[in-house]
């Protein structure tokens, strides 16, 4: 399948823009890359805080479990040989391309699904975040979360977390199934950039979208304050472990120096005689 896009601007125009924002995110990789190894730390701890929250309610994630177990159900005997294999999973790949190419000021030229692979032609260059997006962005399910929001009775049915269910299933699959040490995108990227960058990007993603299924925008703010709060600890460590104590070691205090004034026989004759 190959879908040639109908240009929305000039050419020009879209490569000012797209290579500006390239040199941006160039100039941010590594201060993003470090920040995410920093970040890896609260997204556990709010991760582990949301499975405290389900632990004690877990009825409230039981339409979220329920996607998942109908995911993994209807794959193998259905949904494989309906999907002609992996190739839905190659369309979201390359979806997922085009849009951050999109976001990022490039325009997307062709679009091209097979069997064998896909591949999306963008004019003006490429960047990291492009070429990184499809391993951690959760495209399926943000269109599933439209489809519920727009479906009947949405208030009144668990459509949200039946379909956060099912396309996080495959959202997880997928960015298993793709990520491999023969990606090309990786390469693109940095070898060492993407190990740093990955893991906290995946386990936000997760973590929110998870947070949503149970608890709508409340959780996820509550997901978010969580590493907010972890974040906080670490800054308030941080200053602690540089400053070690230093023990000081006893000073004995100064012997007094006697007043010549005072000691002055004198000035001792003089004193007794005006008191007189």
Known sequence: MTL???CLS???HFMVIGRSI???LDALKWPIGAFAVLMLGPLCYATLRFAGRIW???WSLIWFVAGILAYAFAWRPFMRKWLKSDWMLTVEHELTHALFAVLT???????QVTRKGGRVEVVGGSNWLIALAPYFFPTAPLILLLFAILMPLGTLLPWTGLFLGFSMA?????????????????????????????????????????????????????FTRDASTAIHWLVM????????????????????????????????????VAAR
């Not at 199934?177 to 386990?203: C, I, K, M, V, Y």
């Not at 936000?204 to 979208?209: D, E, R």
């Not at 540089?242 to 003089?270: C, F, K, N, Q, Y």
């Open 4 to 6: 040639p896009l109908p």
């Open 10 to 12: 000039s050419p020009t």
């Open 22 to 24: 390239d040199r941006v």
């Open 56 to 58: 004690q309610h877990p």
């Open 105 to 111: 000021g490039h325009r997307v030229k062709s679009f």
């Open 170 to 222: 495959y959202h997880v699959r997928s960015t298993w199934t793709e990520t491999h040490g023969a990606q090309t995108d990786f390469d693109q990227a940095g070898r060492w950039f993407t190990l740093a960058f990955l893991p906290s990007a995946n386990l936000c993603a997760i973590g929110l979208v998870a947070s949503f299924a149970v608890g709508g925008w409340d959780g996820m703010q509550q």
């Open 237 to 272: 460590l941080v200053p602690s472990a540089l400053s070690w104590p230093v023990e000081e070691s006893p000073m004995l205090d100064p012997a007094p120096v006697p007043d010549p004034v005072a000691t002055d026989p004198r000035v001792i004759g003089l004193i007794s």
